[in-house]
Antibody, heavy 122, light 107 residues
Framework: QVTLRESGPALVKPTQTLTLTCTFS??????????VTWIRQPPGKALEWLARIDWDDDKYYSTSLKTRLTISKDTSKNQVVLTMTNMDPVDTATYYC??????????????WGQGTLVTVSS | DIQMTQSPSSLSASAGDRVTITCRAS??????LNWYQQKPGRAPKLLIF???SLQSGVPSRFSGSGSGTDFTLTISSLQPEDIATYYCQQSYNTAWTFGQGTKVEIE
């Protein structure tokens, strides 16, 4: 059974770098076609896609945030790490990691983590 | 980036009503359109993928249609457990985008 779990600090100060870890089970990121993505949601607002990493180490970033984001994977630990630099109070959000399923005609998120709330405040 | 616009932003309907939510893309995305349901305090859940394919385990009262730029999510008979916010999401290119969400409430 597929599970994902986000971990990281609940509180960061402005200008600091946020590091979040997604630990997953039930699949391997070394398997062709597997991908993991990060998505965030500010309180009471819509979902915002952040980044994605594929089994072949291809990486994709949000156009508006790409200068601040880095995504990486540790296949042996079944982990994906997202770093976001220069945190600001507007980055306060619940951060989700999720698995992407790719088929011949679709690309979708089939499993989500529970999310972790990150508050940016001094 | 491809912009996804949902309408309405919220709606209120009675149990048993037919509910329709629309999603428009700023350019053609073929059928690379997914719908997610999110209940308060929970992670989103996939309902429909590839515009019209029902995810396993999702009740058949949910259906999706459309291609190109215009898409629709329909709940044929609204149930109390369908109270949630619904999001469309395009996966046409690698810069994914979501709609702003439609909050569905029961009258």
């Amino acid at each position: 059974q597929v599970t994902l779990r986000e971990s990281g600090p609940a509180l960061v100060k402005p200008t600091q770098t946020l590091t979040l870890t997604c630990t997953f089970s039930g699949f391997s990121l070394s398997t062709s076609g597997m991908c993991v993505t990060w998505i965030r949601q500010p309180p009471g607002k819509a979902l915002e896609w952040l980044a994605r990493i594929d089994w072949d180490d291809d990486k994709y970033y949000s156009t508006s945030l790409k200068t601040r984001l880095t995504i990486s994977k540790d296949t042996s630990k079944n982990q994906v790490v997202l770093t976001m630099t220069n945190m600001d109070p507007v980055d306060t959000a619940t951060y989700y990691c999720a698995r992407i399923l790719r088929t011949t005609s679709a690309v979708l998120i089939d499993y989500w983590g529970q999310g972790t709330l990150v508050t940016v405040s001094s | 980036d491809i912009q996804m616009t949902q309408s309405p932003s919220s709606l209120s309907a009675s149990a048993g009503d037919r509910v329709t939510i629309t999603c428009r893309a700023s350019q053609s995305i073929s059928s690379y359109l997914n719908w997610y349901q999110q209940k308060p305090g929970r992670a989103p859940k996939l309902l429909i993928f590839a515009a019209s394919s029902l995810q396993s385990g999702v009740p058949s009262r949910f259906s999706g249609s459309g291609s190109g730029t215009d898409f629709t999510l329909t709940i044929s008979s609204l149930q109390p457990e369908d109270i949630a916010t619904y999001y469309c999401q395009q996966s046409y290119n690698t810069a994914w985008t979501f709609g702003q969400g439609t909050k569905v409430e029961i009258e």
